[in-house]
């Protein structure tokens, strides 16, 4: 097919499908990225080129792809996670929970426990100690038997309201 129509989306797509799988993520990349440059709108190409970048340690590339995503489908829960992880790595604290606050905003979905546990570690890690027990706790209110909600509520509890370690000094 591509021989014919070189440009043949779906035909690329399954080309880097088959890439990915095969374990050749630069050419799998390559496709996805000739992929957006004949159709800029194609999320799932995004998505999986968000993935690979990842995979490559190209974390840059992987926001803008995860960014092109949710530009695209703001309510896609996992492009929204990916960049949290991201942002989180890279120390940008607001930009993660941004993005774990836009999960919290897709309509029609429940948050899960694991979204506020998240949260709750990225207040942690602001030393905003009351945001942090409040998503803590609401990660228990969901899944009373969440471990990370109980981790994060126990980290958020070594804290005092000054933001310091208890015993610390």
Known sequence: VLEVDPNNVDALYNLALTHAKAGKADQAMQEFEKILSIKSDDQPS????????????KDDKAIG?????????????????????????????????????AILQVPGQEAGDLVWANLSGLYLKKKDIAKAREAAQKALEINPNSAQGFYSLGAAHEYNDAGEQFGAG
């Open 46 to 57: 995004a998505y999986n080129l968000g993935i690979l970048y990842v995979k490559a340690g």
């Open 65 to 101: 792809a995860f960014k092109k995503v949710t530009q695209l489908d703001p309510n896609n829960l996992d492009a929204h996670d990916n960049l949290a992880g991201l942002y989180d790595r890279k120390g940008d604290l607001d930009s993660a929970i941004g993005e774990y606050q």
